[in-house]
Structures are given as C-alpha cells and as structure tokens.
C-alpha cells in the first residue's frame, strides 16, 4: 500500500486546523511535498512535518506563480515518486481551480485525489453567527466569485431579489460594484449584508449593515481573507449566551 | 476549562469518518450525549465513545422526532450539565436547521457553539468527479432544497438556463418535477446533470445523463442519500489514471 506519487488535492478548510478534516490531516502528515496557497495559515501547513512547503500561492494582485508552472511541478514532482499534497484554502472545486489541476494531472497520467474541505463559503458566515439556509428565510445559497465583475453581474441578473441567500467569495475589492449590481437588480438598499474576515482564526471579525452601507463598510486596513453575505439570514446573529473563548475552546462560566 | 453544559451543533461531513473535522471529532470524543440524524452514519458516531446516542433523524417520509422535542431534549441535557453534541450529516446551515436549533438554544439560555462540516453540496459532486465550480465553465454554484418544490420554483425561477451550477439536495423523490420545472424555466433537455448517491460511503455511486433523463434515472433501491447536480460541470468527469481502492486508502501501482 503506497501513496508515492499521488497527488492529493487536499481543502484545508476556512483557516484553523479545527475545521481541516482526519483525511487532509493524514495526508499532510505523510507528505513529501505541500504545494500552497498564500491562505493557507501555518497552523494547517505544520500538520506537515516531513515535508518541503512550496508557496504557489497569489494574494489580492500581487504576484503568483502561474497555473501551468504548479501543475508542471506537481507532475514533475509525482514522477519522482513523492507523496505531493496540493493544499488550497477551504475546498478545492469553489474556486480554488481544483478542477483545472485535477484535468493536468489525468492528461499528464498522474494518479489523483480530491479531499473536499471546509468551504469558507458556507463556514464563515456560520462562523460568524449567519446560517446560509433557514427555513422561511432562505430556500436556497448562491455562491458566487466576486472578483470578476461580468461573471457576477451576469449570476445575479435574473435571481429574484431577496429569493436567497447570495454569498460572494473573494469580493472584497469590489463591495461597492457588487452591491451597486444587486441594487441596479432591485435588491432593497435595506437588505441585510455582512462581512466576515478572518472566519476561524485569531483575527476573526464581523461587520454587519444594510446593503447600501456595503460600498463603504470600514474593514481596516484587514488583510485576511473575506465573506461576503447578502440577504435576510444575514440580519440573523446566532451568539451564544454566557460563552468566553479560553484559549480556543469554548468556556462556559457559571 | 469545561465544556459542561455546552451543546456543540457539529457537521459530521458527508458520510466517511475522513471528512469530519478535527474539532468535530474532538467534540465527539468529549460527550457524554449525542443527539443525532439519520443519515449520520456508525462510524463517524463510533468516535462518541463514551456517549449516550439519541436518534431524533427523519429519512424520506418516516416518522421523525419533532424539532421542538429535539430542542427541549437537548436544553434538559445541557442543564444536567452534560457536554451535548448536536450531530448533523454535512454542515448544520445547509438544510440542517441548525439555525434553528440555535436560536432555540440562546431563547432558553443554553451556551452553544457551532462546528461547521463538509457539506455534500460541495463534496458529493467533488467525490463523483464533478467540481461545483470551474472557469470559464460555471462562475457560481446555486445549492437549493429539492424537497420543497414551491420554494425550488421560486429560486430557480429567474436563473438563466446553465449560466451556473444547479445542486439539489433532498430532491431525490422529486426529480421528475425538479427536471420539469428546469426545462420550464429554458433549461435545454441536453444540459448534462448527475446524481451522487452514498459520497464517500462504500455505497458511493453516479448516475450521469442529460435533465431529460433526470426522471427515469435508474437508481435501484439504493436509499442512500443523494445530491443532484445539473450544469455544463457535470460533464466534467475527473477521475484518476491508475487509481486502485485498496482499504480506503488510494493505492498507486506499478
């Protein structure tokens, strides 16, 4: 029983080694080679004792490695018979571009796997205190790239304002154009938004506010990664009572 | 540091142990009840060592416990001062009314916490092949109830046919009127569509076909649960050169 030279896609969930699952961990733990994204936080990257850490990953509109030269070196290093993980924030299939590695590796003959994680998209607004689905609130979720504006311009057209729940991975940059595409679709200027950065780990925070307050929602200088939620979940504030964080694991108080 | 009185609203992953999380299974390790679904399976309870199991789920039109008994069961469980898991299949926001558990929770005062899963909305089509999300071929992924066919109407109503992922959760019974009400909305007969049964169980099994065919697709007796994806995506089919299953375990052979 080998695993040398799989390749293991492997989603490392919203950020805190709690919500990677026993698969990714064993896997890490057996690596030869971790192929990552800028995300993917340290805590989740240590799982991985034994092996070398490649950062292949892009942030914002720095620099990145291009997607042909990480798949290149994932062939290239599974023909060397190593255990290689390719370990991407939350799952691998929402927009992580797992699909398009998955086709290079079978073209190239490279024996694969895909270890769903995590999605932030559904993990971070629940985090947060947002139920994506609730029942009389919101029959469905639409998961949604806010990084190119075209694309969501063209998702959310037809979707009947307020029907669902609308959450926007990777939007930050573009609040104010989103929230101005909703409203030109005739979402009310009133309807719930959040933001939820840094879901799962220290720098952990929430803003919440109607949609027409998006635009201008004042995150910082907050570089951690984002959530988008638009809609009426989003006025919803699951908090438990009487609940302190003692070092990572919920107190409860007398 | 206690955990003594706090009910965890855990997401117990798709169905294999290998999904569930490591602040899921930490959780299980601690309890002292567990009340959970019926499509949680043995083994991911197995991690409950020490704990007393209440299976309050409903599957299809079987009888069920009321969701306010659940809710009462668990407040009574949570001042005895026991550490209470709340174990749903995939994540508690995704259909799980988990929100609506939590809301209970906080009325009655009881301290909770959330440990979001890996949803089969994402990880069921991931495990058959299909990745929800790919460029230039889906930009978003739209995760409706297909058990509730008025609201799955509703939501779909204004998409515009295969700009963007269909999946379906609950809709195994209604696929005739889900595929109906797709083609209504100009959903073209050929648009590829699949159905998942069992994601990563040992029942794990595919059906592939265009929407017309999504009615008569031929799926025995398996009583699995199963996601419904329909989209350009489920054409996609990624699947490992030279995979051998060897004990659960992706074996590499010569």
């Known amino acids: 029983m080998s695993l040398l030279g799989l390749v293991s896609l492997v989603g490392a969930g919203p950020g805190s080694p709690d919500y990677l699952t026993l698969k990714g961990l064993r896997r890490l733990q057996e690596a030869d080679v971790v192929f990552h994204d800028a995300l993917v936080t340290d805590a989740v990257l240590a799982f991985a004792e034994d092996a070398e850490y490649i950062d292949v990953g892009k942030r914002g509109h720095r620099e ?15 023909r060397q018979g ?120 220290d720098g952990e925070w929430t803003w919440r506010g109607p949609l027409a307050d998006l635009e201008h929602a004042d995150i910082g200088d907050r570089e951690q990664p984002g959530t988008i939620v638009v809609g009426a979940v989003a006025a919803l504030r699951l908090e438990s009572p009487r609940k302190l964080e003692v070092m990572g694991v919920a107190h409860v108080g007398a």
């Open 82 to 201: 190593l255990r290689v993980v390719r370990l991407k924030g939350g799952d691998p299939f929402v927009f992580g571009r797992g699909g398009e590695e998955a086709l290079a590796l079978a073209a190239a003959g490279i024996p694969f796997e895909v270890v769903p994680g995590v999605s932030a998209a559904i993990a971070a607004p629940a985090l947060g205190g947002i139920p994506v689905t609730h029942r009389g609130v919101a029959p469905g979720v639409l998961v949604v790239n806010g990084s190119l504006l075209d694309d969501f311009e063209r998702v959310i057209a037809g979707i009947a304002p307020g029907s669902i729940t609308v959450v926007v991975m990777m939007g930050l940059r573009n609040r104010g154009a989103i929230a101005a595409a909703l409203a030109e679709s005739g979402w009310a200027d009133q309807t719930p938004a959040a933001i939820v950065l840094g879901a799962s780990t």
């Open 64 to 78: 990145s490695t291009a997607q042909n030269v990480i798949e290149a070196a994932m062939i290239t290093a599974s």
